[in-house]
């Protein structure tokens, strides 16, 4: 099928090589192209969870349940405001697949800059935000004295990985408008596995504590 512009779908073609994982949307039967697509975002979605599963792990095994708890309540804030960003990112996902689709190379780049501009600029304000108001923030989420130490050296350094964070939503739902929904997988995976070895080496075998565990997520990242 041709575009109005002449552009033919090809576009959109489908390579399992080494140099190409994009999947055609646009061919075939519905219901194993979305399952083949999807796949890989449903293993993505679970190894995400990884990484606070392996802080709280190593964390409540090494260092007690006081860290624990600092650990559980940060990843609830962390959870809160990234999930802005992540948002933004999925909106504009959306944008670049229309564009791609459609055929219209001019229209998606700006996309892309324009987009990628702005959720900067956001995430760049919110990492301002959270460390001028950092114990504004702990207050009001009423933590108790006793892990109020714990929770702020630990939030202090995760907070360093929310650009990062945007990086990689905003790459992960860039490559997964095109069709791509395999790389991202990859690079999570291998953030993953990172961030595990990182926290045995942090926490267990140099001792660094809860700084520990946020620094090895944050390198990971």
């Known amino acids: 099928a041709a575009y109005p512009d002449g552009q033919h779908s090809s576009l959109l073609t489908i390579s399992w090589g ?7 949307l646009t061919h075939g039967n519905v219901q194993r192209t979305m399952l083949v697509f999807a796949g890989p975002m449903i293993v ?19 260092l007690g349940a006081g860290a624990l708890a600092a650990v559980g309540a940060a990843y609830t804030l962390m959870t809160f405001l990234t999930s802005v960003l992540i948002g933004l990112c999925m909106g504009s996902g959306s944008v670049f697949s229309f564009y791609y689709g459609k055929g219209d190379k001019r229209k998606m780049q700006e996309s892309i800059l324009a987009s990628f501009l702005f959720i900067g600029i956001i ?6 935000a959270v460390f001028a108001g950092m114990d504004l923030i702990l207050k009001l989420m009423r933590i108790p004295e006793d892990i109020y130490t714990y929770m702020k050296k630990y939030v202090w350094v995760i907070f360093w990985g ?10 992960a739902y860039l490559l997964r408008a095109v069709g791509n929904s395999v790389t991202p997988l990859l690079f999570l995976a291998i953030a993953s596995m990172l961030n595990i070895i990182l926290d045995l080496l942090l926490v267990v075998k140099w001792k660094m504590g809860v700084g520990g565990a946020a620094w090895a997520t944050v390198i990971a990242q």
């Open 162 to 171: 929310i650009f990062f964070v945007f990086l990689y939503n905003f790459f």
């Open 44 to 62: 993505g979605n679970l190894l995400q969870q990884c990484y606070n599963i392996a802080d709280t792990w190593v964390v409540g095994q090494f």
């Open 18 to 24: 080494q140099d190409n994982m994009q999947k055609d």
């Open 123 to 128: 995430s760049v304000i919110v990492n301002i």
